[in-house]
């Protein structure tokens, strides 16, 4: 059972443009959800996380859009960048994250120069 | 400051051999996850560890796989014998608990099993 659905798998932006990645989760009782960006051979890193009680957080170019009723979030990469190239996780977990990460199956973007 | 540090980060591997990953928290954290990530099934929880205490082992696929923490700064996993299936890159990664709640992966240890 898929937790968390993450959408698209792949994703081809041109530079500068804007990249959006989408999630959906089922548990009700979630109440941390990040982000995770990953390079190739290296592991993922957080790039942005957010809590239920605010509906967007900002921070640089990167965006999270929270929609609590729909159970749905989603990454926005404004003025994207070749140097934003990597797989992109979105993530959720019970107890602020100190139960663990279920994580979604990741995007591959990539940034056409 | 480190993070956190796996060995080996390659490992080819006959099947029915047995494999011993291993991981070294950052200093100071007190969880402690083992993560699995395949292109079909992408990034999977096997178990994790709170103050060296195994908490949650229901991600573990088989009882061909078992996971130690002797202490707060040492962690293998171990699968014996292991199996074509197995092929995949395995994670550690710790956190420090009531915190920010973020996780702090490692490399990874890509293990083949031939």
């Known amino acids: 059972q898929q937790q968390v659905k993450q959408s698209p798998q792949s994703l081809i932006v041109q530079k500068g443009g804007i990249s959006i990645i989408n999630c959906a989760y089922e548990?009700?009782?979630?109440?941390?959800f990040p982000w995770y960006q990953q390079f190739p051979g290296k592991g993922p890193a957080l790039l942005i996380a957010i809590r239920p009680d605010v509906s967007e957080k900002k921070e640089g170019r990167f965006t999270i859009s929270f929609n609590k009723s729909a159970k749905q979030f989603s990454l926005h990469i404004m003025d994207s960048q070749p140097g934003d190239s990597a797989t992109y996780f979105c993530?959720?977990?019970?107890?602020?994250?100190?139960?663990?990460?279920?994580f979604g199956k990741g995007t591959h973007l990539i940034i056409q120069p | 400051d480190a993070g956190v540090i796996q060995s080996p980060r390659h490992e080819v591997t006959e099947m029915g051999q047995e494999v011993t990953l291993r991981c070294k928290p950052i200093?100071?954290?007190?969880?402690l996850f083992w993560y699995r990530q395949t292109m079909m099934r992408g990034l999977e929880l096997l178990i994790y560890f709170n103050n060296n205490v195994p908490i949650d082992d229901s991600g573990m696929p088989e009882d061909r796989f078992s996971a130690k923490m002797p202490n707060a700064s040492f962690s293998t996993l171990k699968i014996q014998p292991s199996e074509p299936r197995d092929s995949a890159v395995y994670f550690c990664?710790?956190?420090?608990?009531?915190?920010?709640?973020?996780?702090?992966f490692g490399e990874g240890s890509r293990l083949t099993v031939l």
């Open positions: 993530a959720a977990s019970k107890g602020g994250g100190a139960d663990g990460l279920t």
């Open positions: 548990n009700t009782a979630f109440d941390y």
């Open positions: 990664a710790s956190s420090l608990q009531g915190w920010t709640g973020e996780l702090f």
């Open positions: 200093s100071g954290h007190n969880s």
